[in-house]
């Protein structure tokens, strides 16, 4: 099984990340009097660049997050994967289910807005254009972080549990880009809809895609549940491509004089 998943992962990056791009680093920033622990990977060539917070699925900062994060920083962000585990990775369902019960949601938050403000802080940011993105576990907590944090400026949510509480649902500042399962269970496709209406009746900007036979965690292809789809994962990655793109690129170009 770890041999097939590492191969399926290896697949995974000749798919996804651009030749040329550079494998990133784990590294330590600062959170509160202490420090929590991530995945840095920074684009190629000088100058800044505007950045995302990466949030891992129930497995931890596992080799296909690693690889999510690594083709951000080849579009031109500097992605920082945030790590919730203490550096423990999940190797079965059973692990993953422990480590993310163990997640206190208000610590979780904190930890992602550190590493928002750690990427704010660095030279080849763009402190006004930071983005998050999410899936399963990391999709609740990539939308939670946009509510928490007004500083977020796009959120990209790949079947993550949707936010039910209106009063922060209106704290969410961010543009909203989601993709579900329309045979996912948590989320459902009614949850989905739902919360797409909430968001639409608070003012929000938001763009969500249902991809109809697909279950949870369809854009992973090393998930050991079957539910790989990669039409629909090529799909879902170029519509988070495009919208990063637009909310966060070309809105905080630098402007001439």
């Known amino acids: 099984m ?5 191969l399926l992962t290896l697949l995974a990056l000749a798919v996804f990340l651009p030749s040329g791009a550079t494998a990133g680093e784990m590294i330590t920033f600062p959170k509160g009097s202490g420090t929590n ?4 990977a920074v684009p190629k060539g000088n100058g800044t660049h505007p950045a995302v917070v990466v949030v891992h699925e129930w497995w931890g900062i596992s080799d296909w997050i690693k690889g999510r994060t690594d083709a951000l920083a080849a579009l031109g962000y500097v992605a920082l994967a945030v790590d919730l585990y203490g550096g423990k990775v999940a190797k079965d369902n059973d692990e993953a289910h422990e480590y993310m019960s163990g997640l206190v949601d208000e ?3 904190a930890s992602l ?3 928002a403000d750690y990427l704010r802080s660095r030279k080849d940011v763009r402190a006004q254009a930071i983005g998050t993105i999410g899936w399963c576990m990391g999709g609740k907590y990539a939308i939670r972080l ?3 944090d007004p500083g977020i400026s796009a959120c990209v949510m790949y079947y993550g549990a949707p936010i039910t509480d209106a009063d922060k649902i209106k704290e969410i500042q ?3 880009l989601g993709n579900f399962g329309g045979d996912d269970k948590g989320p459902s496709p009614d949850q989905v809809k739902t919360f797409e209406t909430a968001l639409r009746g608070a003012g ?3 763009d969500f895609k249902i991809y109809p036979g697909a279950g949870h965690a369809f854009a992973n292809s090393t998930n050991p549940f079957g539910t790989y789809k990669p039409d629909y994962a090529k799909d879902a990655w170029a519509r988070t491509s495009r919208f990063f793109d637009k909310e ?3 809105a905080s170009v630098p402007k001439s004089h």
């Open 37 to 40: 622990g991530g995945y840095l």
């Open 174 to 176: 961010a543009s909203v």
């Open 2 to 6: 770890k041999r097939t998943l590492a």
């Open 248 to 250: 966060l690129k070309k």
């Open 146 to 148: 946009a509510a928490a």
């Open 113 to 115: 807005r550190a590493g």
């Open 107 to 109: 610590d979780a938050v």
């Open 204 to 206: 929000k900007r938001v």
